[in-house]
């Protein structure tokens, strides 16, 4: 299974200023996702990031406050712009892989740990 | 709209016995399902899935029950422990053969395993 890894884990911002995130994985994905989970809710998919192409983005979030960047297969970054208390939350990336599992003829999503933003 | 529910925001359970965690669903596009147990300050970890062409899938002590007609699905874990303590996210996609398979979360509920 991939390991990924996020920095910062958590930061603490002042409103108006951006922060990026970023994430890094020890094996090749093709898919790459950025979530978000606003206090005492679910994840939420902010895009989908292809390495190569430009991330795709689900509805309700736009590129110029989440600008995601996919240089390579390995690596990812999402900025949160212009920030405001309400972009306080828990930002994730997850990868796509396959399991090899007897059981599993699907796939499944693997989370990094997280990074926690407060924005005040 | 609220696709995949998890209407428990909260479980407690006595260790030894079963845990049952449910889930609903709207969108009769998903053939897909997820669990995912959550520590504080930690990602998601995958659990257990199903396909929809199954109405069971059993890994150890988590056990998971699929039942398209009433567009629910349910997570058992026997016998209940105190580390399964934790909160637990369904999640819902629609396979596709291209592109990103999206998931769709629940709130989560948090289970709590008592000695």
């Known amino acids: 299974s991939a390991v990924i890894s996020q920095k910062p884990s958590r930061d603490i911002c002042q409103r108006g200023t951006s922060l990026t995130i970023q994430c890094q994985v020890d094996s090749q994905v093709t898919m790459m996702f950025w979530y978000r989970q606003q206090p005492g809710q679910s994840l939420t998919l902010i895009a989908t990031a292809n390495q190569g192409s430009e991330a795709t983005y689900e509805s309700g979030f736009v590129i110029d406050k989440f600008p995601i960047s996919r240089p390579n297969l390995t690596f990812s970054t999402l900025t949160v712009s212009n920030m405001s208390p309400e972009d306080s939350s828990i930002y994730l990336c997850s990868v796509e892989d396959k399991v090899d599992r007897s059981w599993l003829a699907g796939y499944e999503q693997f989370f990094g740990p997280g990074t926690r933003l407060t924005v005040l | 709209d609220q696709q995949v529910k998890q209407n428990s925001p909260s479980l407690s359970v006595q260790e030894g016995r079963i845990s049952i965690l449910n889930c609903d669903y709207t969108?009769?596009?998903?053939?897909?399902f997820l669990w995912y147990k959550k520590y504080p300050a930690e990602g998601p970890t995958f659990l257990i899935s199903i396909s929809s062409i199954k109405d069971k899938n059993e890994d150890g002590r988590f056990t998971v029950f699929l039942n398209k007609s009433a567009k629910h699905l349910s997570l058992h874990i026997v016998p209940s422990q105190p580390g399964d303590s934790a909160v637990y996210f369904c999640a819902a996609s629609r396979t596709l053969i291209q592109g990103a398979q999206k998931l769709v979360f629940g709130q989560g509920t948090r289970l709590t395993i008592n000695p």
């Open positions: 969108n009769s596009m998903f053939d897909y």
